[in-house]
């Protein structure tokens, strides 16, 4: 339902998702905001070959690349925003949106975000390099986003195509699905229940 309801105000009513946006980042903030303090140790305890942070104004225009550089197939799955500088630095702005990116050598090698409501619910998403597929690096995000959703205390959601198989064998990995349902578009609409 939550699902539903967000998309068609988003795709519909643009100015109306803008304010409901504004008052559930106030609203998160409140309500889960001394949870995030431990997000950086998090991200520290997954820091080695890859370097892990949360996005920055200063690497927005490096994300923009990034997703410029993407094959058309990448975005065959992946839509969960534009991917434009001005709107990826309005997310980077918005407190219940919390991106991350994923850097080899000072290149980024991958995003995850997980987009939070006040509510006790958040979706998550994650897109890998497509130069840096097979190496482990979806699974870490994964990985990363549990533990973060487990730390500030809410229940994750996403919807994954019945044919991107690489995000549920990805996904199945590392933490346990419950599909809800099947969407009219044919994608499932899953929960993710904790760490296997």
């Not at 303090?37 to 927005?60: P, R």
């Not at 959601?157 to 809800?180: E, G, H, M």
């Not at 499932?188 to 760490?195: C, D, P, Q, S, T």
Request: glycine letters at 6%; charged letters at 30%.
């Amino acid at each position: 339902m939550l699902y539903k309801i967000t998309h068609t105000l988003k795709d519909r009513c643009p100015w109306i998702w803008e304010i409901i946006e504004k008052i559930n980042a106030f609203l998160f903030c409140i309500r889960y905001g001394r949870r995030l303090d431990g997000v950086d140790d998090i991200l520290e305890k997954y820091n080695g070959e890859y370097v892990i942070e949360q996005l920055k104004e200063s690497n927005i225009d490096e994300l923009a690349c990034f997703f410029q550089e993407q094959p058309d197939s990448a975005f065959e799955y992946f839509k969960p925003h534009a991917f434009d500088r001005k709107t990826l630095r309005k997310l980077q702005r918005n407190r219940s949106f919390l991106a991350f990116v994923v850097e080899k050598e000072n290149v980024i090698v991958g995003y995850f975000f997980l987009r939070c409501f006040f509510i006790g619910k958040c979706f998550r998403g994650k897109i890998v390099d497509f130069r840096f597929r097979n190496m482990g690096i979806a699974k870490m995000m994964g990985r990363i986003m549990t533990d973060i959703v487990e730390q500030i205390d809410v229940r994750s959601f996403s919807t994954i195509s019945p044919n991107n198989l690489s995000s549920l064998k990805s996904s199945d990995a590392v933490v346990n699905l419950r599909v809800i349902k099947q969407l009219e578009n044919g994608d499932y609409y899953v929960e993710y229940l904790g760490k296997k």
